[in-house]
């Protein structure tokens, strides 16, 4: 028997020889004696199949009867044939079960309570670039009972000269919309799929990105194991965090039939990104609160890790004998980075940029005023501090400023934040910017009597202080906020501090290790003419100058629009875009930022040391320049910026910007809508056609094939493509303008015959 820990690893089965059926084996309830459920109450999340090699791929499904809380006895059939009139004959190979002598076309496998029901079954030796029809099989009392029939294909031999044709997509939240965008995914002809994170979202009807829906909505039983959350405007929702919270997500996404038609045609290789645990997450911790409270919770990812575990058909990297364990450390309970090989010119290479990453090198807790770069540190960097930099008083316990300090330690109760400004007890000296305290005491002054006003340090004073970077400096303005973070923050300054305070991890030592030395094949003749990088977050760089004029400005307008992506690990974005380009023909796809994307990454000093980057839109989920109305809204400087409340209107201008070049690198946006891409790979170019479709064609499912004209007719089509290149030669995009291809120029910042 099959022990109880050993559940979790997926079910080997090898296969052997076709067979012919005979009336024998229908007699005997092979697949011509099995009755097929109209209702499929026995499998309600159908089948799936994932993680293609030549030879092998991962089968899935779940298996639910009723209240019977035992295991259940489950079988597997796999064909040549959607008739399933040419069976496979399997033999389980698992080494905890003994082998079923020569083979038989239906091989059992169980169905565990304690791990949801969910079924995984590895198939090895099987045919390359072979199209295979799969289903699995429960008996009752009644009958014996069929799930839906599944379609997948192994990946192409090695040395096989054959095209690759394959969609990535990401960014599926169920509530308040549908997966339309999936139904019409699911009758394009591709060999398989890749999911770039965010298969789930976590929360059940954040009013800030879940758009209130009664019939298209998550409810968690287990409120209690649940986070209770508050928005800004007092809408009360929950985040998972227990185990059956996490399953219940993706037992109501997989309820879908959009996304259940694209499991059953096509394998799916996935990775996460952050909301399969916890928006905006780094490692096991959640940003909910930005800092008011302690978001460590191993628990919590851990039961993330094994609802994901359990529901995605993956073949590890660890081995057959992989099997998830809650008890072994974090994050060594799971290991999801892995690489793929689909024929001479495919290379494919998906990360994990969430579960070993550190903290976001701006602390949403961090104190405004706290110098983080002092003077002499600017001094060794530029031989003078940059005009972003701002006075500091370098010790605010002196006497001589005492009563700035008295008064910031006063109002700490008040406004919440940290008495102790960000330091340690006997980490040193408390360097405070002067800006800020002068902005403090301004604010104090306003309804106070002249003689009761606190004075301001002089500018007589200021011009004799130290220039330093302060979290202020970088665009925190609250005590406890995403903003000057995570999200907007002043661009110069920060790359100055990103250079300063050290190289914040997004990889981990040995992922990326790893990472390198996959990609590093360029002495092997056998390499795949392209690298193609599963990358979650946006590796382009998205920055935007809100200045009044192209002259200088006292103020620093320029942003990042998002540090939670590449952006906010400079050292390691430029080291991996190295790394990329040395290989040469590397191409980055990606999801994460609810927009499509099109652009050449590079270097920040090398503007010629580039990849090319494709990112799709969300499956289902608020577009950007929804997202960007929200945060300028809410922004304490930017919502009173008439320039400002341009953005989100005007975003695209803003990121690919002919007249300031903020981003020359960066050739197409389109910001709104959702869709998918379709990517096509062959010996010479690297083709990418985006498929959009507006946000409001999800209000309502187009899941039927009487719906499939109309939601066909709401796509429009962008294409792009990059060629292949010799070695040491940067690449190139190219766009198809009405039948003819146009080169970016990121010089000019445009487009050119």
């Not at 296969?15 to 309830?29: I, L, N």
């Not at 919270?245 to 799916?268: G, I, K």
């Not at 910001?671 to 990418?688: H, Q, T, Y």
């Not at 080169?743 to 015959?753: G, H, L």
Request: proline letters at 6%; charged letters at 25%; aromatic letters at 10%.
């Amino acid at each position: 028997m099959m022990r109880r820990r050993d559940f979790l690893r997926a079910t080997l089965v090898t296969a052997g020889s076709v067979v012919v059926p005979t009336a024998c084996s229908e007699e005997e309830g092979l697949p011509g004696a099995c009755d097929v459920l109209e209702n499929d109450s026995f499998f309600p999340q159908s089948v799936a199949s994932g993680d293609p090699k030549p030879d092998s791929v991962v089968l899935w499904t779940r298996v639910v009867d009723g209240d019977r809380k035992t295991d259940l006895a489950v079988a597997l059939v796999v064909a040549l044939d959607e008739a399933f009139t040419q069976p496979v004959e399997l033999k389980l190979t698992s080494s905890n079960v003994a082998a079923m002598g020569s083979g038989s076309t239906r091989v059992p496998v169980t169905a565990r309570a304690e791990f949801d029901y969910c079924v995984k079954v590895k198939v090895s030796g099987l045919s390359p670039g072979t199209t295979y029809y799969y289903r699995f099989y429960y008996t009752t009392g009644e009958g014996c009972f069929s799930s839906r029939v599944g379609r997948t294909k192994t990946a192409p031999a090695p040395d096989a000269d054959v095209p690759v044709r394959f969609a990535f997509v990401s960014c599926q939240d169920y509530v308040g919309r549908y997966f339309n965008a999936l139904a019409a995914l699911a009758n394009q002809p591709i060999d398989f799929v890749v999911h770039l994170g965010d298969y789930i979202h976590e929360t059940t009807g954040d009013p800030s990105s879940q758009p209130p829906a009664p019939e298209r909505k998550v409810a968690l039983s287990d409120v209690n194991g649940a986070i209770a959350l508050t928005s800004a405007d007092d809408v009360a929702y929950h985040a998972a965090r227990s185990l059956n919270n996490y399953r219940e997500l993706y037992r109501t996404y997989r309820s879908d039939r959009a996304l259940q038609r694209v499991h059953e045609r096509f394998p799916v290789i996935a990775i996460w990104d952050d909301h399969e645990f916890s928006d905006d997450c780094h490692g096991a911790t959640a940003t909910y609160f930005n800092g008011r409270e302690q978001e460590e919770d191993e628990y919590r990812r851990k039961a993330a890790n094994q609802a994901w575990f359990e529901y995605m058909p993956v073949d590890y990297r660890a081995g057959d004998d992989f099997r998830y364990d809650r008890s072994a450390e974090y994050p060594e309970d799971i290991s999801i980075y892995r690489d793929f090989t689909f024929g001479k010119h495919v290379h494919l290479v998906m990360t994990d940029l969430r579960s070993y990453r550190a903290d976001h090198l701006i602390p949403e807790d961090a104190f405004p005023g706290k110098i983080v770069v002092n003077e002499p540190a600017l001094v060794a960097l530029f031989g003078t501090p940059p005009q972003y930099a701002s006075p500091y008083v370098a010790d605010i316990d002196d006497d001589q400023y005492r009563v700035y300090r008295d008064m910031l330690e006063e109002i700490a109760p008040t406004f919440g934040f940290d008495p102790s400004f960000g330091y340690k007890q006997g980490e040193g000296p408390r360097i405070i910017s002067a800006t800020f305290i002068n902005e403090i005491v301004a604010k104090l002054n306003e309804p106070r009597e002249e003689e009761d006003q606190l004075p301001l340090i002089d500018n007589t004073t200021l011009g004799f202080l130290e220039d330093g970077i302060s979290y202020a400096d970088l665009g925190k303005t609250d005590y406890f906020s995403a903003f000057g973070s995570r999200y907007l923050v002043v661009k110069d300054a920060f790359d100055t501090v990103s250079q300063l305070v050290g190289n914040v991890q997004v990889l981990g030592a040995a992922q990326k290790a790893w990472f390198k030395d996959v990609i590093s094949e360029s002495d092997k003749e056998s390499k795949s003419t392209w690298t193609v990088w599963g990358n979650s977050c946006c590796l382009s760089q998205l920055a935007i100058d809100l200045s009044p004029s192209n002259e200088e400005s006292d103020n620093p307008w320029r942003y990042y629009l998002r540090c939670d992506g590449w952006d906010g690990f400079r050292a390691e974005r430029n080291e991996v875009i190295t790394a990329l380009a040395e290989r040469g023909n590397a191409v980055a796809i990606t999801g994460d930022l609810h927009a499509f994307l099109a652009g050449t990454p590079a270097v920040d000093t090398a503007p010629t040391t580039k990849i090319v980057e494709f990112v799709g839109a969300a499956i289902a989920a608020s577009s950007l320049r929804s997202t960007l109305e929200k945060q300028v809204a809410s922004h304490p400087l930017l919502k009173d910026n008439p320039i400002a409340g341009n953005i989100a209107a005007e975003i695209e201008d803003y990121l690919v910007d002919k007249e300031l070049k903020t981003n020359p690198q960066l050739a197409f946006c389109k910001p709104d809508g959702n869709g998918f891409c379709i990517a096509e790979a062959n010996a010479d170019e690297f083709v990418v056609t985006m498929h959009l479709l507006p946000e409001s064609a999800l209000a309502t499912p187009l899941y039927e094939e009487a719906d499939a004209a109309a939601l066909e007719e709401q796509i429009t089509i962008e294409r792009f493509k990059t060629v292949k290149t010799a070695p040491g030669e940067p690449p190139e995009l190219f766009r198809d303008e009405g039948g003819t291809w146009q080169k970016w120029n990121p010089d000019t910042v445009d487009w050119e015959s």
